[in-house]
């Protein structure tokens, strides 16, 4: 059974950094796009990045120059650097995957984490 895991959430004051990682499992992912999403209390899900299967990637403008999406496609993981982080960044964050990338920027993709939860306190 396919399976995203997400870790390395946490709380962090504003100006640090934090690195999210997802683990996926139950098949290869080095040829599927992926991404991450976060949602805020009473906001809507929103696209922080994606990373195409031959590593294009995708940012948020409210991220740009900030946050870096990578991945190890030989530990089928891929993550989110996070620096200068702000008191707006405060969510869920949520690794999603699918053969398109059109999918994971839509936010429709087949797989999704059961998120992890980034607080960043001013």
């Known amino acids: 059974q396919e399976q995203l895991v997400e870790s390395g959430g946490g709380l962090v004051q504003a100006g640090g950094s934090l690195r999210l990682s997802c683990a996926a499992s139950g098949r290869t992912f080095s040829n599927y796009a992926m991404g991450w999403f976060r949602q805020a209390p009473g906001k809507e899900r929103e696209l922080v990045a994606a990373?195409?299967?031959?590593?294009?990637?995708y940012y948020a403008d409210s991220v740009k120059g900030r946050i870096t999406i990578s991945r190890d496609a030989a530990k089928n993981t891929v993550y989110l650097q996070m620096n200068s982080l702000k008191p707006e960044d405060t969510a869920v964050y949520y690794c999603?995957?699918?053969?398109?990338?059109?999918?994971?920027?839509?936010?429709?993709?087949?797989?999704w984490g059961q998120g992890t939860q980034v607080t960043v306190s001013s």
């Open positions: 990373i195409s299967d031959r590593n294009s990637t």
């Open positions: 999603t995957a699918d053969q398109s990338i059109l999918m994971v920027v839509a936010g429709t993709g087949d797989y």
